[in-house]
T-cell receptor, first 116, second 113 residues
Framework: AQSVTQLDSQVPVFEEAPVELRCNYS??????LFWYVQYPNQGLQLLLK??????LVESINGFEAEFNKSQTSFHLRKPSVHISDTAEYFC??????????????FGTGTKLQVIP | DGGITQSPKYLFRKEGQNVTLSCEQN?????MYWYRQDPGQGLRLIYY???????QKGDIAEGYSVSREKKESFPLTVTSAQKNPTAFYLC????????????FGQGTRLTVV
């Protein structure tokens, strides 16, 4: 069975400082990896995804994540955070079940608080 | 604009009452999902549906029921059997292939009073 671990429930960081949000997963088959962002009292929005190819994927707002198969990790990074990045971030793993449909497992989330 | 609409955004229920949360999508997605979100617990799957007139229990289905009579709609009923229904409920849809992302509604916050 697949699982996703986000060890850090909260990460405070000063504005313009770098940040890394950690995500580790376990799965017995090939997986696809996603990061979603959730602003207060809203739904989740896709931030970036790894499907295949280059192990480094980027979002349009400066976040990047690197797929590391040997360490089964998909950590999210940003070199310089802004106040507007304050949100909760969820890592998710998707794998194909028999019959072709997808099984998605979400991590417990990491709250990023950017301090002015 | 394509998307998922959940209504209402806030809902209050008295103990012992059933309540239905609405979820509509115009993305032409086959799969739809209901998640429950509690602080520190991430998203837990309640029910999912891959096709009209078919749905499956997720990890925490007890006390909930769903229907999928139309492709666009996947309402969730929180019954009086759900012992702790106060939570944030999220509906999502997807193309239902492993390499595709889910699209989420804005959520419904249910409070039992």
């Amino acid at each position: 069975a697949q699982s996703v671990t986000q060890l850090d429930s909260q990460v405070p960081v000063f504005e313009e400082a770098p940040v890394e949000l950690r995500c580790n997963y376990s799965s017995s088959v090939s997986v696809y990896l996603f990061w979603y962002v959730q602003y207060p009292n809203q739904g989740l929005q896709l931030l970036l995804k790894y499907l295949s190819g280059s192990t480094l994927v980027e979002s349009i707002n400066g976040f990047e994540a690197e797929f590391n198969k040997s360490q089964t990790s998909f950590h999210l990074r940003k070199p310089s955070v802004h106040i507007s990045d304050t949100a909760e971030y969820f890592c998710a793993v998707s794998e194909a079940w028999p019959g072709g449909y997808q099984k998605v497992t979400f991590g417990t989330g990491t709250k990023l608080q950017v301090i002015p | 604009d394509g998307g998922i609409t959940q209504s209402p955004k806030y809902l209050f229920r008295k103990e012992g009452q059933n309540v239905t949360l609405s979820c509509e999508q115009n993305l032409n997605h086959d799969a739809m999902y209901w998640y429950r979100q509690d602080p520190g617990q991430g998203l837990r799957l309640i029910y999912y549906s891959q096709i009209v007139n078919d749905f499956q229990k997720g990890d925490i289905a007890e006390g909930y029921s769903v229907s999928r009579e139309k492709k666009e709609s996947f309402p969730l009923t929180v019954t009086s059997a759900q012992k702790n229904p106060t939570a944030f409920y999220l509906c999502a849809s997807s193309i239902d292939r492993a390499n595709t992302e889910a699209f989420f509604g804005q959520g419904t916050r249910l409070t039992v009073v």
